[in-house]
């Protein structure tokens, strides 16, 4: 037998697979799927099996060496879809591959094998058979390498013992991250006596006194390091009490299941809408057919989407099938997870990039093995590996990160497509504000539109107050808040409420617009925004080229109002401090939340009460419940319009419909405002009223006249290199290329700086293909991108192709 295996070799310059005899010990275990070391050139590598043959057309074939899994890490469904990936998206098939198996498969790993009991009995063994069985119930568990080479001999008896169960064989993760063991802190004593410390307890010990409250609100040990985090203390002053005898610290086998002793309230059914049953009726006919199919969820925020996801699954499950639910990381909280454990406890695996990578394996391998058949987790919880696949539900499916950001630059929603026709069955895209391109298949009737047009129980939609800056400025207001704004703060500190703010998506603010008039400066060819190039005073438009000169007046109004405009959280966060001295601001973006877990710290030290504030980017405009929150509030939602991406008006409609979704969700009334200088612009007043279907209309007309998606496809080329002529040049004859190359039909835009021009001392350029109705671009772009590969000796140069980019930048 030979197997086909594509190997790990970043500069091959095509994905050709390479054929490798299977050794007679092997052939139980090898199949399509298999991780395995092949010898190449003088090296060995790691490889995959795509396929298998009993002839290979090779004269010369060597040997696999190992194989790497008892079980291949990859179904054939997922090799296959890998070999999709990597010509819809332009990368190596080795890396498709790669990215669909949990971070602990790419790094150390290790096999152990251990006696079991059946092998204990067998006793019409040979001796050398013996002596290997024997070492290994001497010292359990034994590393599988070492049993290969202490006894090189016995290999196919190794083998055998374990297909036959008289060893059993377990992956082990090296995980750096996770410990094996985990301290807790208990309460050594009795509650009377700790509120007795507290009151004794000098004024020095103020950390202490903390930790001691802080115990005697828990029913149980606390892990120390939660303990140490939600304080942000050092375990000085656990360790004094602990020898003051009032708490007690213990080491506890730590358990890898990150939601493992929690205890989930069980879910109550509810009585559905008359909405809801009829889209649920729907949707069970649809996973009954067991056909492909594709449906569009279009439901408002609090309309009951989730409790149709539940039914669904529900659904699909009483038909022996499995279900993968997507929901964007950021919205991935233990109240979401909550409510799906509730509902299917321990059938319920969760993925997300928070977890370590053995957390990560541990959830992964359930699925694999089939002990689950729920998987709730972030986008590449989008290959889990399941065999029997029937739903697969997409939340909030117009968020931009459901599309990868490196190689490959995949997007889960059209991952789902793909597996739901491999395997018969149901996905189902739900959003308040379904993604042009969703919206555009569904009212071509591509996708099968269902809609939820009310909030259950006909809550009302919150009402939405837009404030115009400009005619703050006019009154003489230059500051960041409105009267408006300003008031409702000043209300909710004097009320003891909590409130949230926003700012714009990331810190990218290099636009200029005008403050009396609104007016920002726009491509004339592209219609977006144009970006201010401090280094030479210049604005351009970093789709096409175009440059123009930077003004100090208004081409709208005339007024001198004119600038770049754009602030950080953290300058927001400052001027709240001036203005309501004693605000108490919890921050949330990029900069405090880099670290693992400091996004739950600081949701839960704003739910705990510790914060006036939440502020921060379009990060907390989703999956957030806040009962005491009663004001949110949008700095400037000409932030996010104003970015340069043809998507602004739709990212400025989402997010402003978003926020309206978070207000009035609970008994207090709530209110929400909206700070803008362009309060007429037609994705804030749509966002306004609610108006989704007008919106879609004018955005699709736009999109439209400008030739952007969903009529035209994208592909954006990203040169990078410290060299600055290498990069210009290498993007010019790449340019040239592809104009020689592709049809005239296809626009070319470019070269250019891209906008964020250097990341890590590398410079960036960027061009860009538009294009309909050619099949073929993409092969094409493929063949050229390998060319490239090959060529490209000399030089530190970096092509990364983005094939439906959702980031221009
Ligand atoms: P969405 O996901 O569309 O924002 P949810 O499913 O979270 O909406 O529902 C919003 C709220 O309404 C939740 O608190 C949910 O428990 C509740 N809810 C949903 N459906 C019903 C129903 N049929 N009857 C009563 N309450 C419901
Ligand atoms: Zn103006
Ligand atoms: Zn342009």
Redesign the pocket.
């Known amino acids: 037998m030979y197997a086909q295996v594509i190997v790990d070799v970043p500069h091959v310059e095509t994905d050709r697979t390479f054929d490798y005899l299977v050794p007679e010990s092997f052939r139980e275990w090898i199949a399509v799927g298999s991780r395995v070391w092949v010898p190449f050139g003088h090296r060995v590598l790691q490889g995959y099996v795509i396929g298998l043959s009993s002839v290979s057309p090779i004269r010369e074939v060597k040997e696999i060496q190992d194989v790497l899994d008892l079980t291949p890490p990859l179904t054939e469904e997922l090799v296959s879809l890998g070999e999709w990936i990597s010509q819809q998206y332009i990368c190596r098939l080795y890396s498709a591959l790669q990215a669909m198996l949990p971070a602990a498969l790419r790094s150390s790993y290790q096999k152990e094998v251990s006696l079991t009991e059946k092998g204990r009995e067998q006793v019409w063994l040979l001796e050398s058979e013996q002596k290997l069985m024997n070492f290994i119930s001497n010292q359990e568990p034994v590393p599988f390498d070492q049993v290969l080479k202490d006894f090189p001999d016995e290999r196919s008896f190794f083998m055998s013992a374990i297909r036959l169960g008289y060893l059993s064989c377990e992956q082990v993760v090296k995980d750096r991250i996770t410990r094996k063991t985990l301290l807790y802190v208990k309460s050594a004593t009795s509650d009377e006596r700790m509120k007795e410390a507290i009151e004794g307890l000098s004024k020095q010990a103020e950390k202490q006194k903390q930790v001691l409250r802080y115990m005697l609100t828990q029913s149980g040990p606390l892990p120390m390091k939660v303990l140490l985090a939600d304080l942000q203390i050092s375990a000085s002053s656990v360790k004094a009490l602990v020898e003051k005898g009032l708490l007690s610290i213990e080491e506890v086998e730590e358990r890898r299941d990150p939601y493992a002793g929690r205890s989930f309230q069980k879910d109550q059914a ?4 008359e909405t ?1 049953a009829s889209v649920i009726s729907h949707l069970e006919q649809a996973l009954e057919r067991r056909q492909a199919s594709v449906h569009l969820l279009h ?1 408002v ?7 149709v996801y539940l039914e669904a699954i529900a659904r699909c499950l009483e038909l022996g099938k499995e279900a993968i639910v997507l929901v964007p990381e950021i919205s991935l909280t233990p109240q979401m997870v909550n409510r799906f454990k509730a509902r299917f406890g321990e059938q319920v695996a969760v993925l997300h990039s928070r977890l370590s990578h053995g957390e990560r394996y541990d959830e992964w391998r359930r699925i694999r093995q089939g002990e689950v058949s729920v998987v709730v987790g972030a986008r590449s919880a989008i290959f889990a590996p399941f065999t029997k696949l029937g739903l697969i539900i997409m939340d909030e499916e117009h968020e931009g990160t459901y599309k990868q950001e490196e190689t490959p630059r995949y997007h889960a929603r059209d991952i789902a497509v793909q597996r739901a026709h491999f395997h018969q069955a149901v996905a189902l895209f739900g959003s308040a504000t379904p993604a042009m391109e969703t919206f555009f298949k569904a009212s071509k009737g591509e996708i099968e539109y269902l809609s939820m047009p009310e909030r ?2 006909a809550r009302p939609l919150p009402s939405v107050e837009i404030v115009d800056m400009r005619d703050e400025l006019r009154s003489g207001n230059r500051t960041m808040f409105s009267r408006a704004l300003s008031q409702a703060i000043a209300l909710r500190l004097e009320r003891k409420e909590q409130m949230v703010l926003f700012l714009n998506r990331r810190g990218f603010s290099t636009f200029v617009m005008c403050r009396s008039c609104g007016h920002s400066l726009q491509c004339p060819h592209c219609d977006i925004s144009l970006t201010y190039h401090r280094t030479n005073q210049t604005v351009r438009c970093h789709y096409c080229g175009h440059t123009e000169r930077e003004t100090t007046e208004c081409p709208s109004c005339g007024s001198g109002h004119i600038r770049h405009f754009g602030t950080g959280t953290q300058k927001v966060e400052e001027e709240l401090s001036k203005h309501f001295p004693g605000i108490r601001v919890i921050r949330m973006d990029v900069d405090t939340t880099s670290q693992k877990g400091s996004h739950e710290k600081l949701l839960t030290m704003f739910r705990e009460g510790q914060g006036d504030v939440l502020l921060g980017t379009q990060m907390i405009a989703k999956g957030l419940d806040f009962p005491k929150v009663t004001l949110v509030g949008v700095i400037a939602a000409d932030t996010v319009l104003g970015m340069p991406d043809f998507r602004a008006a739709e990212r400025t409609f989402q997010l402003l419909t978003q926020v309206g979704g978070r207000a009035g969700r609970h008994e207090l009334p709530g209110e929400v405002i909206i700070q803008t200088y362009n309060p007429e612009h037609y994705s804030i007043e749509l966002a306004k009223d609610h108006k989704y279907d007008r919106f879609f209309s004018l955005e699709l007309k736009h999109r439209y006249e400008k030739g952007y998606p969903p009529y035209y496809r994208l592909v954006l080329f990203t040169f990078s290199s410290p060299n600055v002529p290498l990069v210009v040049k290498t993007a010019d004859e790449w340019v040239k290329t592809l104009r020689q190359t592709l049809p005239s039909s296809v626009f070319l835009l470019g070269p250019v700086a891209s906008p964020i021009p250097r990341i890590k001392d590398r410079y960036r350029f960027q061009c860009m293909i538009k294009y309909r109705d050619e099949p073929e671009v993409l092969a094409w772009v493929k063949k050229l991108a390998e060319a490239f590969a090959r060529d490209q000796k000399s030089g530190d140069i970096q092509l990364t192709i983005d094939v439906d980019p959702q980031m221009l930048m």
Do not use: A
Request: hydrophobic share 20%; charged share 15%.
């Open positions: 509810v009585q559905f809408t809801q439901g925020t609090g309309s009951g989407k989730t409790e259950v129980g």
